[in-house]
């Protein structure tokens, strides 16, 4: 290699050197390695080079240019590094600390309850009928047997929206006539109405103004108060652990004739008497009988051929009892230090 190119080679890898960002590089290899640049000319200039020197200077040449065309990509790929270093340092990332972890969410403790529900009545022949919140006057109350102005509406204070007549659902019995109107005429009907229900109450720890209730409905041509019975002892026997002692007391709903309150005695105490169970030894767990020929008719069933049990429960008061919770508003407050419980 002759002093001139030797020169050039270390002027071009000096300014190479120098050159720290992109742009710098572009220049130096325009300047260099571009259509017109230094070594490219090189080449160009072999003619002036004498004969007998041509083939020697043309390898350096050669030589030169795939030498700084190297030094070029290795210049590129360490800016690239140390911009890419920089770029972290200034962001402060240190990979090294444990990651957050993405808040999980759980199933909330009613629906746990009424997945327990749903499960245990799958297991005799139940299935799961969803009805709507919003009712009619007609459904909620007239068609269960409560006619405008009957006394036991009492039983429910409602919501009215101001549509004359549409009202929040108060209880999920409504499903019922729901359910006997899709799935019958004639044909026997096994289901349970999980949902939502909503009344105007005075709030209390005792008393929400959104709740949830399962509703039960079986109809069959031979269904008796001893299917209702043997249904609900099982079903106590596996929510509440087996050997449950199951007490039915007489009670009034007009859409049931007759109609039960079933008592179970008191999971906390053994029914010896407790604060829970208010020293009775017995917690009521649902309202229930056998349906009135009325709603049978209601639903378009001909009670003289058909006739049926309903139940209906609150698993909120379910959920208190099993995990001694005191006060019902918990389940809609929000709180997570409440529901993380129930993780
Ligand atoms: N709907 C009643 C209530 O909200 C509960 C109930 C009682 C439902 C007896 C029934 C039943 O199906 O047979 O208080």
């Given at each position: 290699?002759?002093?001139?190119?030797?020169?050039?080679?270390?002027?071009?890898?000096?300014?190479?050197?120098?050159?720290?960002?992109?742009?710098?590089?572009?220049?130096?290899?325009?300047?260099?390695?571009?259509?017109?640049?230094?070594?490219?000319?090189?080449?160009?200039?072999?003619?002036?080079?004498?004969?007998?020197?041509?083939?020697?200077?043309?390898?350096?040449?050669?030589?030169?240019?795939?030498?700084?065309?190297?030094?070029?990509?290795?210049?590129?790929?360490?800016?690239?590094?140390?911009?890419?270093?920089?770029?972290?340092?200034?962001?402060?990332?240190?990979?090294?600390?444990?990651?957050?972890r993405p808040q999980l969410g759980g199933v909330h403790p009613s629906n746990q309850t009424?997945r327990e529900?749903?499960?245990?009545?799958?297991?005799?022949?139940?299935?799961?009928?969803?009805?709507?919140?919003?009712?009619?006057?007609?459904?909620?109350?007239?068609?269960?047997?409560?006619?405008?102005?009957?006394?036991?509406?009492?039983?429910?204070?409602?919501?009215?929206?101001?549509?004359?007549?549409?009202?929040?659902?108060?209880?999920?019995?409504?499903?019922?006539?729901?359910?006997?109107?899709?799935?019958?005429?004639?044909?026997?009907?096994?289901?349970?109405?999980?949902?939502?229900?909503?009344?105007?109450?005075?709030?209390?720890?005792?008393?929400?103004?959104?709740?949830?209730?399962?509703?039960?409905?079986?109809?069959?041509?031979?269904?008796?108060?001893?299917?209702?019975?043997?249904?609900?002892?099982?079903?106590?026997?596996?929510?509440?652990?087996?050997?449950?002692?199951?007490?039915?007391?007489?009670?009034?709903?007009?859409?049931?004739?007759?109609?039960?309150?079933?008592?179970?005695?008191?999971?906390?105490?053994?029914?010896?008497?407790?604060?829970?169970?208010?020293?009775?030894?017995?917690?009521?767990?649902?309202?229930?009988?056998?349906?009135?020929?009325?709603?049978?008719?209601?639903?378009?069933?001909?009670?003289?051929?058909?006739?049926?049990?309903?139940?209906?429960?609150?698993?909120?008061?379910?959920t208190?009892?099993k995990s001694g919770i005191?006060?019902?508003?918990y389940f809609?407050?929000n709180d997570l230090r409440f529901l993380e419980q129930f993780g």
């Amino acid at each position: 290699m002759n002093e001139e190119l030797r020169k050039l080679r270390d002027q071009a890898l000096a300014g190479l050197q120098a050159a720290s960002d992109a742009d710098a590089l572009e220049e130096w290899r325009i300047e260099y390695l571009g259509r017109k640049g230094t070594v490219t000319n090189l080449m160009r200039n072999i003619g002036q080079v004498p004969f007998e020197e041509r083939p020697a200077y043309g390898q350096a040449a050669n030589a030169l240019k795939g030498e700084l065309t190297d030094a070029f990509d290795a210049r590129q790929q360490a800016l690239v590094q140390e911009s890419l270093a920089a770029e972290m340092a200034a962001e402060g990332v240190d990979v090294t600390l444990p990651g957050r972890r993405p808040q999980l969410g759980g199933v909330h403790p009613s629906n746990q309850t009424l997945r327990e529900i749903a499960d245990i009545f799958a297991t005799m022949g139940f299935q799961v009928y969803t009805s709507r919140d919003v009712e009619t006057d007609e459904y909620n109350f007239e068609l269960l047997n409560m006619p405008p102005g009957h006394p036991a509406r009492d039983m429910w204070d409602t919501f009215y929206t101001t549509t004359p007549g549409v009202i929040m659902r108060t209880h999920t019995s409504p499903g019922q006539i729901h359910a006997m109107k899709e799935l019958g005429p004639n044909k026997p009907i096994r289901v349970i109405l999980p949902g939502m229900c909503y009344r105007y109450e005075q709030v209390s720890a005792r008393a929400e103004m959104m709740f949830h209730q399962v509703e039960g409905l079986a109809i069959g041509r031979n269904v008796t108060m001893a299917d209702l019975k043997g249904v609900i002892v099982e079903f106590a026997n596996q929510l509440y652990g087996a050997g449950r002692k199951l007490r039915f007391r007489c009670s009034h709903f007009p859409f049931t004739e007759p109609s039960v309150e079933a008592d179970v005695d008191c999971i906390l105490c053994g029914g010896t008497g407790c604060a829970v169970c208010k020293y009775t030894g017995w917690l009521e767990i649902m309202g229930a009988g056998m349906v009135h020929p009325t709603v049978l008719r209601n639903g378009g069933y001909d009670p003289a051929e058909w006739s049926g049990f309903a139940f209906g429960m609150g698993p909120e008061r379910i959920t208190m009892l099993k995990s001694g919770i005191s006060d019902i508003r918990y389940f809609f407050g929000n709180d997570l230090r409440f529901l993380e419980q129930f993780g």
